[in-house]
């Protein structure tokens, strides 16, 4: 089991996910501002310095109420902050969890860099913490968000219809899973092997 006070590192030759801190909002302004597609599906629609810092900091209240545990993500090739995930929804009656509220700026994208990302926290979720199934969900209509989860081994099982409130309206959110029998069978060597093929 988690304790939220403690502090989570996790680390490869690439990345480094550290959590999320209130100081961390000089590295992540500049997509606030500069970047306006990363949001065409943020539910959250951090699209402005003020509504970044209220972002970070219900990240962190997320994390205060030990319901949510978000990181800032550093690339080591570019030694540069390149976005943010969290893991969310977290239940240990029923040993499951949601790995999400993944962004990247731009020129983070399709690098590889989200390979090491998802490889450390799926690795976490299965081998320290012991978790049955990891969940994710997605706007319906982010094609590029669904592919790439589906290129991590997930398994799509349906999409739950006007399921949350979006800053548009309301929104389709299709659900993927990966089983922690499928991560050792299948997952976590798929991921290895795309891993040592960079």
């Known amino acids: 089991m988690i304790d939220f006070d403690d502090d989570i590192i996790l680390e490869d030759e690439r990345v480094l996910l ?3 801190q209130q100081s ?3 590295h992540l302004k500049t997509f606030a501002l500069n970047e306006p597609e990363t949001w065409t599906y943020s539910l959250a629609l951090p699209d402005s310095e003020v509504k970044m810092r209220n972002y970070i900091s219900k990240a962190l209240d997320a994390r205060e109420a030990e319901e949510a545990y978000p990181f800032i993500v550093f690339d080591k090739l570019k030694n540069t902050h390149a976005g943010s995930t969290r893991f969310y929804d977290i239940n240990w009656h029923h040993k499951s969890y949601s790995l999400g509220y993944t962004w990247y700026g731009q020129d983070f994208r399709g690098t590889g860099l989200n390979t090491h990302c998802k490889y450390l926290q799926l690795k976490y979720a299965f ?3 012991h978790l049955e199934r990891v969940e994710f ?4 209509r982010n094609s590029r968000s669904i592919k790439a ?3 991590l081994g997930a398994t ?3 999409v739950l219809r006007s399921n949350c409130s979006a800053p548009n309206g309301r929104r389709d959110s299709i659900v993927l899973s990966i089983l922690k029998s499928e991560w050792f069978e299948s997952v976590k060597p798929l991921l290895l ?3 040592k093929a960079e």
């Open 127 to 129: 081998e320290d913490w």
């Open 137 to 140: 969900r997605a706007d319906n």
């Open 18 to 20: 550290r959590p999320l």
């Open 156 to 158: 799509a099982e349906g």
């Open 24 to 26: 961390d909002l000089i």
């Open 149 to 151: 989860m589906k290129n």
């Open 193 to 195: 092997n795309r891993l």
